[in-house]
T-cell receptor, first 117, second 113 residues
Framework: AQTVTQSQPEMSVQEAETVTLSCTYD???????LFWYKQPPSRQMILVIR??????QNATENRFSVNFQKAAKSFSLKISDSQLGDAAMYFC??????????????FGTGTLLAVQP | DAGVIQSPRHEVTEMGQEVTLRCKPI?????LFWYRQTMMRGLELLIY????????DSGMPEDRFSAKMPNASFSTLKIQPSEPRDSAVYFC???????????FGQGTRLTVV
């Protein structure tokens, strides 16, 4: 079975600095998708960034980028120029097209990010 | 579109009572998912539907839980009878076949006392 592991329960970063959140996963599939979701105190789940496993190029969305290492099954999130609004719980998630639903998500346990002014 | 709409946002009920959570997916989406979030187990998939048909309910914890999708614009998750350990945030999400993004509702925080 596929699993997602986030080994950092909590992280802290100074405003305007850079922080990297770690995620590893396990799967025997070759075709899959990886995601980072943000959950602020409002509890809304917000998609931050996604990566398709067959694409070697790392995804980037403004200040957010990933380091996708397929062989190592690692998928870290880098937040540059951290802002107070980035403070939230971040979840790494996995899905694969098996069964046809590419959005059947398996989540990690989350990393709570604090941003210090 | 207003996004995925869940109701109620908060629900407090007594043990043994029936609880019904509601979800309206984004119009046109053909997949609907129910997730549960707890401190102990994190976010876990309970059940998902494709074109109103339940596809995988292996995540439903017990027979006390049931879900229906009578039409493309409405789904319910029912717990009968409810127990304190059912206290959690329940999320509904919808997506379109071929699109990798799932859109989440704001969740229903259920407290069973």
């Amino acid at each position: 079975a596929q699993t997602v592991t986030q080994s950092q329960p909590e992280m802290s970063v100074q405003e305007a600095e850079t922080v990297t959140l770690s995620c590893t996963y396990d799967t025997s599939e070759s075709d899959y998708y990886l995601f980072w979701y943000k959950q602020p105190p409002s509890r809304q789940m917000i998609l931050v960034i996604r990566q398709e496993a067959y694409k070697q190029q790392n995804a980037t969305e403004n200040r957010f980028s990933v380091n996708f290492q397929k062989a190592a099954k690692s998928f870290s999130l880098k937040i540059s120029d951290s802002q107070l609004g980035d403070a939230a719980m971040y979840f790494c998630a996995y899905s694969d097209p098996l069964g046809g639903a590419t959005n059947k998500l398996i989540f990690g346990t989350g990393t709570l990010l604090a941003v210090q002014p | 579109d207003a996004g995925v709409i869940q109701s109620p946002r908060h629900e407090v009920t007594e043990m043994g009572q029936e609880v019904t959570l509601r979800c309206k997916p984004i119009s046109g989406h053909d997949y609907l998912f129910w997730y549960r979030q707890t401190m102990m187990r994190g976010l876990e998939l309970l059940i998902y539907f494709n074109n109103n048909v339940p596809i995988d309910d292996s995540g439903m914890p017990e027979d006390r839980f049931s879900a229906k999708m009578p039409n493309a614009s409405f789904s319910t998750l029912k717990i009968q009878p409810s127990e304190p350990r059912d206290s959690a945030v329940y999320f509904c999400a919808s997506s379109l076949w071929g699109d990798t993004e799932a859109f989440f509702g704001q969740g229903t925080r259920l407290t069973v006392v």
